[in-house]
């Protein structure tokens, strides 16, 4: 789906979303209240200006009180690369972005990721993976690195990561292999409106962080559950 | 026992650019309190390097556990650079998830994190960038509970990628010489964008642009220590005591501050006119500058102290 159609979906009586320089913000009525979008459109890369611009949107919305849900819209690319944006501070940047999500959510807003197109690496951590459910729907492609990537890096033949990653998701690009990690909690019915969907996705909001138990129960990531868990017992033990 | 060993190394001596994380760990805590969790003697190992015929470690390159310091009780997680670049794998990220979930029950002085990665583990990418942005959301969890987490970065990997995004989750930072971070690396910079963006073999260029140096004085780092583990640690210890709340007035202030930094300093092209235009007066001889003389230059600079992040 493009964004207007998802916007569509989310708001059939129209909304105040508008994107510049491939940054989304705005709102629409939703569920008797509001709905705020932020989010990043049309495969732009998030460099530490954008950054910023979104983290605006979401402390704004933060300031104004309430219990506004925040949905962040991503078809992105990688974080920018680029001399200016490391020389800048792009780490703190995309962090703080990431912060302003999380400091939302724990405030009381609930924080929906909708990831409908690429993103990827550093983008992507302080976008969708900061928000408490992230839900895709069927096309969209995060990664955090394409595998001619990968291949370059791990020095192995391109053919051979191919076949790997059918039977391996823990490192293979695609919605199918993030959603096996538990980094994408649930993947959406584009036929059906989104407004209830996303509706009922805030509704039943899990508390804490269950992604490493949906990567253990769709067995993309075996062991990081058990592992959390075995630090927590013998750190609170001897 | 190798922790034995590394105890009775001196940290005044001990180089904190050289020493394994284990050491760097042991010569940081108070003598003899460290208490290792899922040792390497549990063999917790990477399930899928070996798909990628890879060795793999004990200890999946980071270390985690108990320690006083100062006679406070502290959690640790210290990143071996050694064991591929400190990458996160699903292991690595989940041990040190772990041990930020156990700081909100046992309550910790404060939680120190050793960063020294290259970012995430390419052959376990999905499982890395997921654990970081879980270690992002329990730090957040940890500093809003009032643990502060201070990061201390100067190994030979560096903070790159998702690891320079969690290190800009922390309470605070120290850095030495020797520590970059950075969300893009050099190389990866120069293959996507090529060597006029960025020459990933001069090194000054690298030094300047992500180095600990620049990183101090632009106030993306608290604390700039010589290379040594007791520099480290004294550094720590300041730091824990001067960790800023996690709350709306605290990121509102971080805002102000990027948002005054890139208008200030947006159109620079090199680190040398940046650090002019802060009011360094001889930015040419900041890269040579030793501990004293850097840390003199950076008590004129007004932006390289501050409670917003």
């Not at chain 1, 460099?47 to 819209?73: E, H, K, Y």
């Not at chain 1, 649930?186 to 989104?194: F, G, S, T």
């Not at chain 1, 805030?202 to 992604?211: F, K, Y």
């Not at chain 2, 041990?95 to 939680?111: D, N, T």
């Amino acid at each position: 789906m493009t964004l207007a159609e998802i916007l569509g979906s989310l708001f059939p009586d129209g909304h105040s979303v508008t994107v510049q320089d491939g940054l989304v913000a705005g709102s629409g009525p939703f569920a008797g209240g509001n709905l705020a979008i932020v989010g990043i459109d049309g495969d732009t890369p998030l460099g530490v200006d954008g950054a910023l611009t979104l983290a605006r949107s979401v402390l704004d919305t933060v300031r104004a009180g309430g219990r506004t849900p925040i949905l962040v819209m991503v078809d992105s690319d990688s974080q920018r690369m680029s001399r200016r944006d490391e020389l800048l501070g792009l780490n703190e940047c995309l962090a703080h972005l990431a912060k302003a999500l999380l400091l939302a959510d724990r405030s009381g807003h609930p924080t929906i990721g909708l990831i409908y197109g690429h993103s990827a690496a550093g983008a992507f951590i302080a976008t969708a993976l900061a928000t408490r459910i992230l839900a895709a729907l069927p096309g969209a492609d995060p990664s955090v690195m394409d595998l001619p990537s990968v291949a370059r890096v791990t020095k192995l033949p391109l053919d051979r990561l191919k076949e790997m990653a059918k039977s391996t998701p823990v490192f293979a690009p695609g919605l199918d292999n993030m959603v096996a990690t538990g980094a994408v909690h649930v993947v959406l019915d584009p036929q059906k409106p989104l407004n209830g969907q996303i509706g009922n996705l805030i509704a039943e909001l899990d508390s804490g962080d269950v992604r490493d138990r949906l990567g253990a129960e769709r067995g993309g990531r075996p062991v990081a559950r058990a592992i959390a868990e075995a630090v927590v017992d013998q750190a609170r033990g001897g | 026992m190798a922790g034995d060993r590394a105890a009775s190394t001196d940290p005044d001596a001990l180089s904190w650019y050289e020493a394994t994380a284990r050491q760097r760990v042991v010569a940081l805590a108070d003598p003899g309190s460290f208490r290792e969790v899922l040792p390497p003697t549990e063999r917790r190992m990477s399930p899928h390097l070996p798909l990628f015929d890879l060795p793999r470690a004990f200890d999946d390159g980071i270390v985690v556990g108990r320690a006083t310091l100062d006679g406070s009780p502290i959690l640790i997680a210290a990143q071996e650079g050694r064991f591929m670049g400190g990458a996160f794998g699903e292991v690595h990220g989940a041990k040190l998830v772990g041990l930020l979930r156990a700081a909100l029950e046992l309550k910790p002085k404060a939680v120190l994190i050793l960063f020294d990665t290259g970012g995430v583990r390419l052959q376990e990418a999905n499982a890395g960038e997921t654990a970081i942005a879980e270690t992002m959301r329990a730090i957040v969890d940890v500093r809003a509970a009032g643990i502060p987490v201070v990061g201390l970065i100067g190994g030979r990997a560096g903070c790159y990628g998702g690891g320079g995004l969690i290190a800009g989750t922390c309470s605070r930072l120290a850095v030495s010489e020797g520590g970059r971070i950075s969300v893009s690396g050099p190389e990866v910079i120069e293959t996507n964008k090529g060597a006029e963006e960025f020459d990933s073999r001069d090194r000054a260029l690298v030094w300047r642009t992500m180095g600990g140096k620049h990183r101090r004085l632009t106030g993306g780092a608290d604390a700039f220590c010589a290379d040594t583990v007791s520099a480290f640690r004294h550094a720590a210890l300041d730091l824990i005591d001067q960790a800023p709340s996690f709350d709306l007035e605290t990121l509102e202030a971080e805002q102000a501050r990027l948002e005054s930094r890139i208008a200030r300093f947006g159109d620079c092209r090199d680190a040398t006119d940046l650090w002019r235009r802060l009011g360094v007066n001889d930015p040419e001889t900041v890269p040579a500058m030793d501990t004293d003389a850097f840390a003199a230059t950076v008590a004129r600079i007004r932006e390289a102290d501050h409670d917003a992040r």
